[in-house]
């Protein structure tokens, strides 16, 4: 294994955040495999809520795609698509936020009687001029009318433990129609970087 690591600059005087970064990382050798389904980055996950907003607007689909941090020279902007007359369509595209790094969409009148396939499209633009595709694909799943409602609950899961499979896999077998996150879900502490209780000085983090 081959890296290089250098001094950040600017670290905090009481090193409580992170200290060290990677570049031109190049790993090689036969207990090494890539697996592309493994990757995790640029988006990390989303979010959604479906709602009646009983007005003009009817439904209303609200959804949160996060990814890591991004660098100031990176693409700041993340594209949500839905499939129309048989191709992807993209709805709204809108810029991260630098201080969450998280992009919001809002898309009112939607069909809530339907499961609707979605993605979320993040076009990552490499050093040497090359770019690539980024997606994250999911389901907006449909009103649920005339039934009970199925509710996961979640809580006090710590990064020692990430990913936990157990309830990963029981969760998508439960098909919720809500998933219900009652607190600490994140903690501060993870991967050695502190409490930020500002915005960076350097307007990303």
């Not at 996060?66 to 698509?81: A, E, R």
């Not at 809108?94 to 969409?105: H, I, M, Q, S």
Request: net charge negative; proline share 6%.
């Amino acid at each position: 294994m081959l890296y290089q690591t250098l001094d950040i600059p600017n670290a905090p005087e009481d090193k409580l955040g992170c200290r060290y970064r990677f570049s031109d990382w190049i790993m090689q050798g036969e207990a090494f495999s890539v697996n592309e389904q493994q990757k995790f980055g640029p988006i990390l996950w989303t979010m959604y809520t479906l709602s009646d907003s009983r007005s003009e607007e009817g439904f209303v689909m609200n959804l949160s795609a996060f990814t890591g941090p991004m660098g100031v020279y990176d693409n700041n902007t993340i594209s949500l698509q839905v499939i129309k007359n048989g191709a992807w369509t993209t709805l709204a595209t809108e810029k991260l936020d630098p201080d969450a790094w998280v992009a919001t969409f809002r898309v009112p009148n939607w069909n809530e009687t339907v499961v609707t396939p979605y993605r979320v499209v993040y076009l990552e633009k490499q050093r040497d001029g090359s770019e690539n595709l980024d997606i994250y694909l999911g389901n907006i799943q449909a009103n649920p009318v005339g039934k009970k409602l199925r509710m996961a609950s979640l809580t006090c899961q710590n990064d020692y433990a990430f990913p936990y499979a157990p309830v990963a896999d029981n969760v998508v077998k439960m098909k919720p129609d809500l998933v219900f996150f009652s607190g600490d879900q994140l903690y501060e502490s993870h991967g050695g970087f502190g409490v930020v209780r500002a915005p960076s000085k350097l307007g990303y983090t």
